[in-house]
């Protein structure tokens, strides 16, 4: 048996703990997903060195879990890599420095969920002192000649390191294997509710159920859904990808479409990505509420990373998994990661590509999607990159057809406006408004009416931006019907002709031109100009922007915005 000997944890290490242990307070159960998950890397470890060397081994990889009621222990073993005296002082004797000061800081301020800072920086052992009065660690390192080396600390101020007799084990009983195991001793009152294999086993799928080695509870398999995102895309049935979408989102409704891709080049990655079938958050209320779940060889890196799809594809729910991350990468170096951003790329555009398919070949579809999440997809004017697609994908009410509520009907692109447009027009017109009522009445809207000139109505204030950022479709320049130049209007035939309004005499002409000079006097600096206008036909008089200048809606919101 080796000497006992006692060290002191890295600075604030006991302030962290304490700051764990009292504020983790609601979701204690996510020790068990750090251990095990903590497991699972060790054993994937393994494995890969295994087939790295071909693979001599044959000790099962798998994570065993066994709870005692009367000792109020939960013993937590695995058969992976192990730790050397060394590697286990370095990675459960120390923190970060910088990483602990910064989580203490962060904590303390209130500033992020607990349970998400616990991940991001690697302190996920820790979190076993929410429920823990004392833990010892014996682990054995796979490398030849390892000693197996027990841990011990009660969390607070120093840990405990001995050396095991490798002749006879700890226990006086046959000799350690290669792995980790955990003996938590439980708190008095965590006790009873820990060691309940029930309650074990539901924590177990409720967190690492896409863990790819067995995990037994008292014997018996636990986790059963396999990573269904790896898997080969023929071999999975339509109920198969609801069931497995349903137990990612909680939904209980089938997704609107699902989109499975696998790539190997320039980054190899498993893509599974649904589309709900209602949006979740119309107001864009809870934005930190998206993103994909990312899995490096089925180990859970991130939940909802932000960094793989931007935002207004944030409808989308699902899951990446890559072999090209090292399995130990910082939930920090993620962001900013080239392969991120490589990976992102890629999705992105097979979503595009995919919505073009679904507009294609299933309009109903496609407007079922535009109802629940085209108000979020609009945002996407900002990808400049894949400007094009996005152009062919948005969809606008126009003066052509009755208000899209629900269905394909209503909702047109600017294809279709094209294939409306009269001979020769090269421009899209469109116009903001409240309504379709008020944009019936529009005073603006007259000469495109008489004209038979169809103008997409935009309702929504985003709408405005688009147009802006996307400024042409095709070669056909998108134009505000306010802005719109008379000399081309004039162009068009005029469908139903009005009585010709006759020629003014001398007299009528100055008493416009007094009628006009008075208005501008009664006015004065509210208006630039007041002019007579050929636009008109049943309105006498309306408000127009100098050419040039910002639509009057956009007028507005700019005004609002600089408020
Ligand atoms: P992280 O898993 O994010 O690195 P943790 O605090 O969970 O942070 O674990 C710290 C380190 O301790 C791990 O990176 C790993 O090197 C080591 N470790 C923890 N548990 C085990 C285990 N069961 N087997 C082997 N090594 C382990
Ligand atoms: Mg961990």
């Known amino acids: 048996m080796g000497k006992k000997t006692t060290h002191k ?18 979701n204690k159960e996510i020790f068990l997903r750090e251990l095990v998950s903590n497991a699972s890397d060790a054993l994937e470890k393994v494995r890969f060195m295994t ?75 820790y979190s076993v002192y929410m429920v823990a009065d004392e833990v010892e660690v014996t682990t054995r390192s796979i490398e030849p000649d390892a000693a197996p080396v027990a841990w011990t600390s009660d969390g607070k101020n120093d840990y ?33 509710q820990f060691t309940n294999t029930a309650h074990l086993k539901s924590v177990i799928k409720k967190h690492s159920n896409f863990i790819n080695f067995p995990i037994l509870v008292d014997g018996e398999r636990v986790n059963t859904v396999t990573a269904l995102w790896r898997e080969p895309k023929f071999q999975i049935t339509g109920d198969q990808y609801a069931e497995f979408y349903k137990f990612l989102t909680y939904d209980s409704e089938d ?98 590509d995919n919505l073009e398919k679904i507009a294609k070949d299933d309009a109903d579809r496609y407007a079922e999607f535009w109802h629940a999440h085209g108000t979020l997809f609009k945002a996407g004017y900002m990808d400049f990159l894949n400007k094009d697609k996005f152009g062919r994908l948005v969809r606008f009410n126009s003066s052509a057809s009755p208000s899209a509520s629900s269905g394909a009907t209503g909702l047109a692109s600017f294809a ?26 529009s005073p603006h809207l007259e000469v495109f009416r008489k004209k038979g000139l169809e103008v997409l109505y935009l309702f ?73 206008s050929r636009r008109l036909s049943g309105s006498p008089v309306c408000l127009a922007n100098p050419d040039g200048n910002v639509t009057s809606s956009m007028d507005k919101i700019m005004r609002v915005i600089s408020k």
Do not use: C, W
Request: no cysteine; charged share 30%; glycine share 8%.
């Open 51 to 125: 087939t790295a060397e071909g693979g001599q081994d044959d000790t099962p990889l798998e994570i065993r879990i066994e709870a005692d009621k009367d000792a109020r222990t939960i013993t937590i073993t695995d058969t992976g890599v192990g730790m050397t005296r060394d590697e286990l002082m370095k990675n459960i004797g120390t923190i970060a420095h910088s990483g602990t000061a910064e989580l203490t800081r962060m904590a303390q301020e209130g500033k992020a969920p607990l349970d998400a800072l616990i991940g991001r920086f690697g302190v996920g052992f």
């Open 255 to 352: 997704p609107l479409d699902t989109l499975h891709t696998s790539v190997d080049a320039p980054v190899q990655f498993n893509a599974l990505m649904f589309t709900p079938k209602t949006g979740g958050d119309p107001f864009g209320m809870n934005r930190e509420n998206r993103g994909l779940d990312l899995y490096v060889r089925r180990v859970l890196i991130e939940k909802q990373n932000k960094d793989l799809l931007p935002e207004y594809l944030g409808f989308i729910k699902g899951v990446v998994d890559t072999e090209d991350l090292p399995l130990n990468i910082s939930r920090e170096t993620l962001q900013d990661n080239l392969l991120i951003r490589k990976i992102s790329s890629t999705l992105v555009k097979q979503v595009l």
């Open 160 to 192: 405990k390191l001995q050396d095991i007799d490798d002749a006879t084990g700890e226990n006086g009983g046959e000799s350690m294997a290669r792995g980790t195991r955990i003996v938590v001793r439980l708190k008095e009152d965590l006790a009873s």
């Open 416 to 441: 279709d406006y094209l294939s409306r447009a009269r001979e020769g027009q090269k421009e899209i017109y469109y116009a903001y408004g409240p309504s379709r009522e008020a944009l019936g009445l």
């Open 460 to 532: 929504e204030p985003i709408d405005e931006f688009v147009m802006d950022a996307l400024r042409d479709f095709d070669g056909h320049a998108l134009v505000a019907a306010e802005h719109a130049d008379m000399a081309t209007l004039d162009g068009f035939e005029t469908l139903e002709q009005d009585e010709q309004a006759a020629p003014l005499n001398d007299e009528q002409k100055s008493t416009l031109d007094k009628l006009l000079s008075r208005i501008k006097d009664v006015l004065g600096e509210a208006v630039t100009e007041v002019k007579v």
């Open 9 to 26: 944890f890295k600075a604030e290490v006991s302030q962290l703990l304490d700051i764990l242990v009292h504020s983790l307070y609601t």
